[in-house]
């Protein structure tokens, strides 16, 4: 069984905390271990049937301490329905180690589709936050584990943890330009969407300066973020600004933390579906000037993790603070 040690802070508040998940008996801060990374899936209705057997074999890993699931949990043309979401909380409930779930779009920003039901995006989010969120501040899996959580700023699912001395950090940021794309039957954001993008971008913006604060105060070896939108689409050739838009404070955010940290940053990331690993924001990206970004930052590596009808694999993400790259993957080929 895992448990996991919170380590001290110089001020009492929650959301100061970080939490460092340690197996058995007190390992090593700088012992190698791994953790799991899915996300869009399951998708449709042979994925869905499948999930478990996914669940099962990243059980059956021994490696394996904890799970990050990147969001996605249904297809963007399906019902966003509760028996659905309940039907795939039960199916996180069965992973052993603890996990934690970083919401994406499919789940509440594209419900006001037609073929998702024509829900308020809004109240699907609050669903969401039920059901997936019931203790914040502790994550979800058969051993769940004590977590740092914005829950008392209303997002309990932004959380921040340490283990074998990386800093991590799960960010609500979704695809569909992290919410701002129209609903149907409107040509612009509601004044409610707005409202909501702005309290959001800026609770995910608190959370990157936390984290990078922490993770230098402790002298960590490396960052990680987790969040479901793929700011950095590989697969668009021409994107447009308007359609990115809201990731921009993100992104400069990101940069300028990452630029004056002395270790390796990665960004794991889905929504684009294609297994990816780039340097996004190095010097002579198009995405510094798509962004305006005017401070490169080289140490930042981010990972697209495969998703959607095509999945045939998992991410295995093995941590050696030893390591001057600290992270290494590989992709682990579904056995069901």
């Not at 052993?96 to 789940?107: H, I, S, W």
């Not at 609500?172 to 971008?201: D, Y």
């Not at 990665?266 to 798509?290: E, Q, T």
Request: aromatic share 10%; proline share 6%; hydrophobic share 40%.
């Amino acid at each position: 069984m895992t448990s996991w040690r919170r380590a001290a802070s110089a001020v009492l508040s929650v959301s100061a905390l970080a939490i460092t998940l340690s197996t058995g008996p007190a390992a090593a801060k700088d012992d190698p271990f791994a953790f799991a990374v899915i996300g869009d899936v399951p998708y449709g209705d042979a994925q869905i049937t499948d999930f478990p057997s996914v669940i099962n074999q990243i059980n059956a890993d021994p490696d394996v301490k904890f799970v990050d699931h990147l969001g996605d949990i249904k297809n963007g043309s399906t019902v966003c329905s509760d028996a659905y979401f309940q039907q795939i909380k039960s199916d996180f409930d069965q992973f052993k180690d603890p996990l934690v779930y970083t919401v994406g779009d499919n789940e509440w920003t594209d419900c006001h589709r037609p073929n998702n039901g024509g829900y308020n995006p809004l109240e699907r989010l609050a669903a969401i936050r039920q059901v997936f969120f019931p203790r914040p501040g502790r994550t979800l899996g058969r051993h769940s584990v004590h977590v740092a959580s914005q829950a008392d700023q209303g997002y309990p699912e932004n959380v921040r943890y340490t283990r074998s001395d990386v800093a991590f950090a799960a960010l609500h940021i979704v695809g569909s330009n992290n919410s701002l794309a129209p609903w149907t039957g409107n040509t612009a954001p509601t004044k409610e969407q707005a409202a909501e993008v702005a309290g959001r971008v800026d609770a995910v913006l608190q959370e990157i300066h936390k984290t990078f604060d922490a993770a230098k105060d402790d002298r960590n070896k490396a960052v990680v973020l987790l969040t479901q939108a793929d700011m950095f689409d590989p697969t668009v050739t021409n994107p447009a600004f308007a359609d990115y838009s809201a990731f921009k404070p993100i992104v400069e955010a990101i940069a300028k933390e990452s630029a004056t940290f002395r270790g390796p940053v990665y960004l794991f990331n889905g929504d684009s579906h294609v297994h990816n690993s780039d340097k996004p924001l190095d010097a002579g990206s198009k995405w510094l000037s798509f962004y305006g970004v005017t401070t490169a930052a080289p140490n930042l590596t981010r990972v697209t993790i495969d998703g959607s009808t095509d999945v045939d694999n998992w991410l295995k993400v093995t941590i050696n603070a030893r390591s001057k790259n600290v992270l290494s993957w590989t992709r682990v080929p579904f056995t069901s």
